[in-house]
């Protein structure tokens, strides 16, 4: 199976290791892994904004890009991402043309739980790590990709660690992209209901598909001075500690 | 009544924020809600099923909404209804004080209809000497209080116990208490010397029937049945988007509203009326008018994505589930439609410069979408509504001519836009960022910006007063998969 | 608001009219360009098969039904004979210490009380009403599975008598007890009164810190009574 990289900006510039890990996790399943270093954003920050004219300049983009490559998957650590090419369509209301690309290039690119578990049929990678751990679902994995037992499935399989079911894992953690610093203080409400769950789970490492929720949750355990560290799927599937 | 407005929506949040009585009514309300949902979903089989037809049956609707809202007329207008046609609000609230006057009617009645407190029908009959009374004990609670609703079914869902107790003691009179009983049948025996006295009963509906000309109206207290059964004149105000094609479909939506609304199978009390009574004396008013209410409804079919805002049925899920709503309430909101489908439909009823913050204000999350019973994306509305906001790119008739791209912010998405679009000015523009940020990082990651650096990058300043953030890497994914990724491939 | 004394004309009322339907019909075209594409990802999830309703016994339906009213926290009794049927009438209203009872113009209703004991007032005026302890009615049908009484206003007398008294009263045949919702609404909707009225249990509110309170416009109290035919 051959696997077209969809790293994401985020990942590139602020956690590159989350994207050393997926490469990590999907050659040891036995993926020929690409990258393209052309790729760079999918646009997303764009299009929740409302900016849909550079939106579809990002999305046209991609869609060039990745339909130039034979892999069979583009696979991304970042449930959003994966899920904004799921909209790409919707920039192109008018032109049916550029509509079809975007759908096609929309049914091969999945997030790397969803593809392990979905396309791959498999569960177990071989990961060990050590201690509780728990899932946030982050909001457009889990909403727009329906990714709600994939990671369940990876992260029991994760030899010597504890998963343990966070309450209310499946609310916001108040993200939401530039909702976070136009309404911070919202977005904060939201995020300590999120960081109370975490320290009543008593773990030490809380995990999701998504960095922009790893960074809203992370950068929160950080200033509270945390023992708590958060983690991307891919860090914890690549480990073998 | 001073009313907060959407406009100073994210000064209203902040205030409400700071409102640790109002965090703990809404605290109480998300967890009570997420728990009365899953088992009211579980008294039923095939609840996406439900959904989906659901669903379809508004889809269907709104694409023919005439033909249906004149199927409804002549069927109603057969069995005695008389009808009255409404652009907007304030002709509305017109007819309905042309009505109450005509019959000389000085005190009416009225049950819990979002659409009236919409055009402000209550400001309207005061202003002109009449005393309309609220009779849904949360609407009571808040007429008393001289506040607007905070939530679509439960409206005085922000106030305490104690603070309704304390209000009871200062307008009604009666000794502080904190029994709900008391409390309760303190507003009973009040309210039905008030139902005695009444001519004009004014009420909303929940749905209205093109095949049979039936409203039906649904409820718990009982309040809408001696409004509708007991005063001589009906009125009911009814939006035009209320429409549904068959008597069967109703089967469908008893079924998803009460669940979806208050977790119950059923309300205590559903009245389906069809027609004024055929004897004079007969029980029942004597005659019934429907007032039918455009007020902004007919431009949201203009466009797919804006037509489903009128497929709400304002059972109130929407609001129960958001994160946003829990921190900060309905009256934050500015408008009587708070909440997720507040957010949306605001917007479009009182036009987009008055209320452009409302789409914005959402982490996208999509629990609203979720519970819908009638599946409407609202995050897709939300994001429709802010590239109408910034762009006027969306099309259909949210369209707003005045527009105006807040320009810092404008600037820098061109510029992310042009920058990032190419690979080469990419990787310079995070080489640069690389060495600014070296000012700012200490042990890896930006804690609190300074009060000046704040200033300067305002996003910076926002997101540093709660969290860390984090620094840009000293080697990025692409120079690693470069230098040491790409040829450990090794298969 | 300017005050005005001018009402609105049959003109401004038509004229309104033409307006509001242009309006929707305009938007409709509006729209029609971007219909169909943005319908191919929305909704369609497969509509499921219609839900085959499972045919009950005429008992297993009693059953239901006692048991949804029960969990409504109303009262039910099955009696066998309308001799019965006025034992059990008399019995609610000793319990009640009930003194002025209104009832409905049901003929069931009226061979079940006992006139010659207390006095029954027929078709009440609301003044009446608003001062009366029990108001006496039958149903016209009822729905199992959700406990639900249903009234119709062109067979009985009885929209305002089952809901100005505190406590209501209603008697009803096992013979016009249906399991669904929807079987009632297919029947109901063949003759539609003026009024139809569903009544599940008693009225009630969460509105005060979602903190339930019975009775708080109509009844607090909910008595039922099934006759089982021969």
Redesign the interface.
Known sequence: MKVSLF?T?L??????NV??ST?EVL?RV????V?D??Q??CGQ??????????AQ??AK?FIEIFEESDADAIVSPSGSCAAMVKHF??LF??D?TW?HRAENTAAKTHELGAFLVNVLKIEDVGASSSGRITWHDA??G???LGIRDEPRRLLKNVKGVEFVELANA???C??????????????????D?KIEAIENADVRAVISCDSSCL??I???L??LNSKVRTMHLAEILAAQE | MEHLTAETFDQNARRALSDPVLHGALRHLADNFAERRKVAMGSVDDWEGLREKARAIKQETLLHLDKYLLQFVEKAEKAGVKFHWARDGREACQIVLDLVNERGAKIVVKSKSMATEEIHLNDALEENGIEPVETDLGEWIIQLAGETPSHIVVPAIHKTKAQIADLFVEKVGIDKTGDVDVLTKTARRILRKRFAEAQVGISGVNFGVAETGTILILENEGNIRLTTGLPKTHIAVMGIEKIIPKFADLDVFLKLLPRSGTGQRLTAYQSFITGVKKNADDEGPNEIHIVLMDNGRSRMLAHPVTRQSLACIRCGACLNACPVYQQIGGHAYGSVYPGPIGAVITPQLVGLSKAKQLPYASSLCGACREVCPVKIDIPELLLHLRAEITDGTAGGAAANPERKRKFAESLAFRMYGFAWSGQLSYGLGIKAARIMQKLIVRDGKIGKASGFLAKLLPPLGAWTAWRDAPAVAPKSFREEWRKTLRSNGGN | MAETSSTISATQNGSAREAILASIRRSLATSEPFDAAWSEHHGHAAISAPVVDPVFSRDKLIENFRNNLELLGAQFALVSSETAASEHVNAVIDKLGAKRIAISDSALVKRLVDESAIEFVENAPASFLFDCDLGVTSAQWAIAETGTLVLESEKESHRLTSLIPPVHLCVLTASNVRQTMGEILELAGKDLSKTMTFITGASRTSDIELTLAIGVHGPGELHVIVIADQ
Not at chain 1, 11 to 16: E, H, M, N
Not at chain 1, 30 to 33: I, K, L, Q, T, Y
Not at chain 1, 47 to 53: A, E, Q
Request: charged letters at 30%.
């Open positions: 790293i900006c990942v590139d510039q602020l956690c590159p994207g050393i490469v050659r036995g993926c020929e892994v990258f270093e052309r760079t954003c920050p764009a299009f929740n904004t409302g900016y849909r004219k550079e300049k990002f983009r369509h919707e209301p008018e049916e509509r909001c457009h889990l909403r727009d499946d609310v916001c108040g993200f939401g992209g530039t909702f976070s610093v136009k309404y911070p203080e919202i977005s904060a409400g939201i995020l209901n960074m809203q992370g950068g929160r950080s200033r």
